[in-house]
């Protein structure tokens, strides 16, 4: 069956940098699109970037633009988000998520505080 595992979330300092990781199993992942959500403590999930099956298309929320890179590694089933210039706003649990499914896994909490 279709596993996400979200793993990189801590606690940083707004300014500060963090990877996260999505462990994919369970389906072709180097055939479908992937994406990243997140959702703030008291607001709906949103999209914050997506990334095509072969990694050469991506796109952001505009509240991420140009702090924040997804990427994928299609031989280790693997998805990336670098996230840098982090602010308190992008406190919230990450996400991934593939377009072979509806199905999420248990996200990794990112909290930007000093």
């Known amino acids: 069956q279709v596993q996400l595992v979200e793993s990189g979330g801590e606690l940083v300092q707004p300014g500060g940098s963090l990877t996260l990781s999505c462990a994919t199993s369970g389906f072709t992942f180097k055939n479908y699109y992937m994406s990243w959500y997140r959702q703030a403590p008291g607001k709906e999930r949103e999209l914050a970037a997506g990334i095509s099956p072969g990694g050469g298309s991506t796109k952001y929320v505009d509240s991420v633009k140009g702090r924040f890179t997804i990427s994928r590694d299609n031989a280790k089933n693997m998805l990336y988000l670098q996230m840098n210039s982090l602010k308190p706003e992008d406190t919230a649990v990450y996400y991934c998520?593939?377009?072979?499914?509806?199905?999420w896994g248990q996200g990794t909490q990112v909290t930007v505080s000093s």
């Open positions: 998520k593939s377009t072979y499914a509806d199905y």
